[in-house]
C-alpha cells in the first residue's frame, strides 16, 4: 500500500482544514487507517485512527472518516490552534485500527499544518 497524505497548509487560529490521504491498492478497506502528527522538536503523536468496520478514536477536535470507494481516508481538523502545528502524517496496516505508531506498517511522506495565532 502505498499512501499520499494532502491538503495540509496554513491557517489562523480556529479556522478548520480537512486532510486527505490517497492509497493505492485494491485492499485498502481491508486496512486499518491513522493519522499522526509531528511538531518539530517533538514526537510523533497519535491523532486519529479508524478501524476497517468503521470504529474510530479520536484525540481532540478531530474527525476520521474514510471512503473505501475513493481509497481515501479524511481528517478534518476544527478550531485548530497554534499547538496543533506539525507534519500530520496517515499510516495504515492489515488489522482493526491502534493508537501506536509501531502497529502501523505503512507510512505517508506527511503533509505540513501550520496554524497562526
Known amino acids: 500500500v502505498q499512501l499520499q497524505a494532502f491538503g495540509g497548509g496554513l491557517v489562523q487560529a480556529g479556522g478548520s482544514l480537512r486532510l486527505s490521504c490517497a492509497a493505492s491498492?485494491?485492499?485498502?478497506?481491508?486496512?486499518?487507517m491513522g493519522w499522526f502528527r509531528q511538531a518539530p522538536g517533538k514526537e510523533r503523536e497519535f491523532v486519529a485512527a479508524l478501524s476497517r468496520s468503521g470504529l474510530s478514536t479520536v484525540k481532540g477536535r478531530f474527525t476520521i472518516s474514510r471512503d473505501n470507494a475513493k481509497n481515501t481516508v479524511y481528517l478534518q481538523m476544527n478550531n485548530l490552534k497554534p499547538e496543533d502545528t506539525a507534519v500530520y502524517y496517515c499510516?495504515?496496516?492489515?488489522?482493526?485500527?491502534?493508537?501506536?505508531?509501531?502497529?502501523?506498517?505503512?507510512w505517508g511522506q506527511g503533509t505540513l499544518v501550520t496554524v497562526s495565532s
Open positions: 499510516a495504515a496496516y492489515y488489522g482493526a485500527y491502534s493508537v501506536y505508531a509501531s502497529a502501523y506498517t505503512y
Open positions: 491498492g485494491r485492499t485498502f478497506g481491508t486496512y486499518g
